[in-house]
Every structure is written in structure tokens, then in C-alpha cells.
């Protein structure tokens, strides 16, 4: 009897009269405007905290002393806060705070996340029974309270706000990871290639991670979503950037202070969360209609 390769009856493998499987996928996302805007968004923001150093605009501590909580004018577009700082410039650097700690919280949730619920839903037995238990007990507390425990544990700064915030949404990729990896585990070719020989370490990166890879990537688009949402959340409690550096949260916190002289100086801050929170979840689900394995 002839040996079947698994790999030529694992799918995401495209048929000949096909065009390839990436081709397609951005052939779904294009057809979608929702998807293409919250990705232009996101992109306009990602450009802005990027290119922050080079903008002309004045640098975030600059007072003009002169022109204190100051209403948007020609030469300070969204106006000026308590202290004569240029509005429009803290905008600009704290997008680099906010989005900085929406990618690296996600990638520290990804990084401790996956491999163990992976190797839950590989494993099963005892080792899924301890990594679930332990899951589910972090699951049991509300994701904000969980980081603001983390974070004021560790204490008040940007880095410790990303690992609190990863450290927070990681059990949700653990439970995905382990689920996606079970279901992927049931197919023949995983079975076929265990009945052939096949090591353990090469099933799972052979067979089962990329075909887990299109969910967590919606879930992490999604994710990063909520954590800027988390980032502003302690920043505006005092435990995520510390002044003076800017950050959108912390911006939000000194402005309610002056909301009845001075309200530019929460709106704009408030705007420029909710536009790439709004980004961030528009794009996750293009991501998530483009890379349905029903369509593909």
C-alpha cells in the first residue's frame, strides 16, 4: 500500500484551479470597506506615532506660558492644556504610548499564551487539567481589575502597564489556543501523520500552528483594541505613563479637571481613542470574514 503524505490532505492547501490561498484572502478584505477603513485608521495612527520625531509640531513638555489653557487657534490647532503644552503635540507622542501598548501587551499575551494552550490541547491529561484550572481562575476575574492588580503590584509605569495588560489577556489565548488545537487534532491528516512517525514537535509545527494562526490573528487584532483601552484605563489611574510624558489616558485624567473652561483638552484625547479603538475592531472583523476557512 502506497503511503499518503498528511501534508497533501492538510488544509489550506490550494486546489490547481485556484488562486492562491493569501490572494484570495485579500481579494475578500478589499471587497470590504468597513475592513478597508478601520485599516486605514489604524495605519494613519501607526504613521503618526512613527513619524512623531519628524513632525513639525512642538515637543510634548514645551509650554508657551502665554497662552495657557489656550482655545485651538492657528498656532495651536486643538489648543493648549493647563500648562501652555501644545495639545496637538501630545496627541502625536502619546499615540506612540497608546499603540506601543496595545501591540506589546498582545505580543506578550501571544508569546505565554499559545505555547501553553498548545500544548493543553496536545497533551490533554493532567497538564490541559492543571493549565485550564489555572486559566479559568484568571478568567474569573474582570480583565481590567486583573491588569490594575498587576499593574499596581509591579508599579506605576508604561512597561509595567504592558506586561500587566499582557499578563491580564493572556488566558484568553490560552483558551483558544487549547480549543483550536484540539479541534485540529481530530483532522486525518494529523492523524496520518502521527500514524507514519511523525515527531511530536514537527506535528505541531507542521500541522497544527499554522492552522491555528488565522483565529488568534483575529483575536489578537481585536485584542490590541481592548488594550489601549486598558493603556488609557491606568494612565488615567496613575499607573500606566508617568508625566511628564504624554499619554492619552493621563491626558484624560488632568482634563477633567477643566472640562467646564477648557474641554478641548479631553476631547481630543477621547476622539483619538474611540477613532482607533474603532480602527482596530473594524479591522478584526475583515480579518475574521476574509480568513473563514468556509469561504476559502
Known sequence: MTAVDPAAVAPGLDAPDLPPRRSR?????????????GGGIVLFFAAVAVLAPVLPVPGPAEADWSAVRAAPSAAHPLGTDELGRDVLARMVWGAQASLLAGVVSV??????????????????GWIDAVISRFTEALLAAPFL??????????????????????????????RLARGQTMAVMTEDYVESARAIGVGHLATVGRYVLPNIVPPLLVQATLTIATAIIAEAS??????????????????????????????WMALWPGIAIFLVVLGFNLLGDGLRDALDPRDL
Open 145 to 174: 481589575i486583573l491588569a490594575i492588580a498587576f499593574a499596581a503590584f509591579l508599579g506605576p509605569s508604561l512597561t509595567n502597564a504592558m506586561i500587566a495588560i499582557g499578563l491580564s489577556a493572556m488566558p484568553l489565548f490560552v
Open 25 to 37: 484572502v485579500w481579494a475578500k478584505l478589499r471587497r470590504n470597506p468597513a475592513a478597508i477603513a
Open 107 to 124: 505580543a506578550i499575551a501571544l508569546l505565554l499564551g499559545v505555547p501553553l494552550g498548545v500544548l493543553a490541547g496536545y497533551r490533554r
Open 234 to 263: 491606568l494612565s488615567f489611574l496613575g499607573l500606566g505613563q508617568q508625566p511628564p510624558a504624554p499619554s492619552w489616558g493621563s491626558m484624560l485624567n488632568v482634563a477633567k479637571n477643566y472640562l467646564e473652561v477648557a474641554p
